[in-house]
């Protein structure tokens, strides 16, 4: 099992591009979700999937954040444009009716 | 009413001490609270849980405290280790999905 993997680990861009998540969940989890942790907010739900289904979105700060789940093993987290606030360290997370599994994130600096 | 409100925010222990963090919660609809432990760099990986209808659950040194009543939960870390040294997370969820609701952490430093 190689847990839930996401890429790139580090992005680092300026303030106005396009940024891209990528999330593997484990296979067979049914359920995807989308954390992001700040110092300030900690750790905050923004988005999860049911059976690549968004059932929840209501976490996302603003139209600028977008997800996807074109099949059970990928998903995307986009931010367009990007702002120096969005700064932080995005988790995705993977379960099936067990506890959530987490991947190690993505450090996320809009300069 | 969402909120899990977690205490201390940090705290240093002696190696082979007794770590206690706490953690309370409003909504009585939770009904699962796990804990999470996280290492730099690292995403949180779940540590033990425990559900409302028992008082504690003990996994080797970790032993979860539940007051449902009080609506709380504590955590303790018995023989801490400088192993154990990192951020510990409560967290309480309700529904099929488990959609966590996260304290605001304890960064935990045991010294050898």
């Known amino acids: 099992d190689a847990g839930v993997i996401q890429s790139p680990r580090h992005e680092v861009t300026e303030m106005g591009q396009e940024v891209t998540l990528r999330c593997k969940p484990i296979s067979g989890h049914d359920y995807l979700f989308w954390y992001r942790q700040t110092m300030m907010r900690g750790l905050e739900l923004l988005i999860y999937f049911n059976n690549n289904v968004p059932i929840d979105d209501s976490g996302m700060p603003e139209d600028r954040f977008s997800a996807k789940m074109p099949n059970a093993s990928f998903s995307t987290l986009k931010i367009q444009p990007s702002e120096p606030r969005d700064s932080a360290v995005y988790f995705c997370?993977?379960?099936?009716?067990?506890?959530?599994?987490f991947g190690d994130g993505t450090r996320l600096s809009i300069l | 009413q969402q909120q899990v409100k977690q205490s201390p925010q940090s705290l240093i222990v002696q190696k082979g001490g007794i770590s206690i963090i706490n953690c309370a919660y409003e909504?009585?609809?939770?009904?699962?609270f796990p804990w999470y432990q996280q290492f730099p760099g690292k995403g949180p990986a779940l540590l033990i849980a425990?559900?409302?209808?028992?008082s504690e659950k003990k996994e080797g040194r970790f032993t979860i405290s539940f007051n449902k009543s009080a609506k709380q939960f504590s955590l303790h870390i018995m023989d801490s280790q400088p192993g154990d040294s990192a951020t510990y997370f409560c967290a309480a969820s309700s529904g099929s999905a488990r959609q966590l609701t996260f304290g605001s952490g304890t960064q935990l430093t045991v010294l050898p």
């Open positions: 997370a993977s379960s099936a009716a067990g506890p959530k599994h």
């Open positions: 425990i559900r409302p209808d028992v």
């Open positions: 909504n009585t609809a939770f009904d699962y």
